[in-house]
């Protein structure tokens, strides 16, 4: 079983930027696709970007060309830089672990929160 946890998140302008990151424990984080989802009250839970074992990334039509998903593998931890963010970006954030390929569970992260003031 793997554990996520998540940090970077928290309050910035309009146009400013956060990184945030998201770092396992218990199994190799290689061997997962890993995913950046986000929840914004009153909204259902969106993907916001994925990234495979292989490093091929795919990004939710309203990030792309802000937001990219990379992994460190070395330091078994996913990230997710946010640049150019906008008010409607403020949700809470949510780390993915996807080992259904190997027979194992979907793994969440417990959020964080990012807030972007107009």
């Known amino acids: 079983q793997v554990q996520l946890v998540e940090s970077g998140g928290g309050l910035v302008q309009a146009g400013g930027s956060l990184r945030l990151s998201c770092t396992a424990s218990?199994?190799?984080?290689?061997?997962?696709?890993m995913a950046w989802y986000r929840q914004a009250p009153g909204k259902q839970r969106e993907l916001v970007a994925d990234i495979t074992s292989g490093g091929n990334t795919r990004y939710g039509d309203s990030v792309k060309g802000r937001f990219t998903i990379f992994r460190d593998n070395a330091v078994n931890t996913v990230y997710l830089q946010m640049n150019s963010l906008k008010p409607e970006d403020t949700a809470v954030y949510y780390c993915?672990?996807?080992?259904?390929?190997?027979?194992?569970?979907?793994?969440w992260g417990q959020g964080t929160q990012v807030t972007v003031s107009s």
């Open positions: 993915n672990a996807d080992g259904r390929s190997r027979g194992w569970n979907i793994t």
């Open positions: 218990g199994r190799i984080l290689s061997f997962y696709i």
